[in-house]
């Protein structure tokens, strides 16, 4: 498993130089801002939102128990799993470290993503309601939103 994780990151790291060397230009600002957005977008940090070194965040990834916010299997099949990812899936003004996801029997239903462990958290929770809901009051609520 841990080389499985090095070998991702080492990848991870030479695909972001590669990608720096085709967006670099002579425009030294541009170079600057592409920099600094490189930067922002390859942060990581831990659940409660302090910075860590990729190497912390390998180690926790690691952890299946730390990584796991919730998960819930719903009388339908559909399994819903919060997760966190720790690395940035957003932009720099809207960074992104938690995943809930859907899954029926088929694979992959919905994709939500959250900044914080608290908006992570309370995503899974209104998902799980949502689904949870017969058909008939699903309708009606989304009538009432019309």
């Known amino acids: 498993m841990k080389n499985r994780i090095k070998r991702f990151l080492k990848q991870e790291q030479k695909y972001i130089r ?3 060397q085709d967006i670099r230009t ?3 600002i541009s170079t600057i ?3 600094e957005t490189t930067h922002d977008m390859l942060s ?5 939102g302090r910075s860590i070194s990729i190497k912390e965040w390998g180690a926790l990834l690691e952890k299946k128990e730390y990584s796991r916010v919730a998960l819930s299997v719903l009388k339908n099949g559909k399994r819903v799993s919060t997760v966190w990812l720790g690395l940035n899936h957003g932009s720099p003004d809207h960074p992104l470290y938690f995943e809930t996801m859907v899954f029926n029997s088929k694979g992959e239903e919905l994709c939500e993503r959250y900044e914080t462990l608290e908006q992570a958290e309370m995503g899974h929770k209104r998902i799980v309601a949502d689904l949870s809901q017969s058909w008939i009051k699903r309708l009606i609520n989304w009538f009432n939103k019309k």
């Open 18 to 20: 590669n990608s720096l």
């Open 26 to 28: 002579d425009d030294t």
């Open 33 to 35: 801002q592409t920099t």
């Open 44 to 48: 990581y940090k831990n659940k409660l």
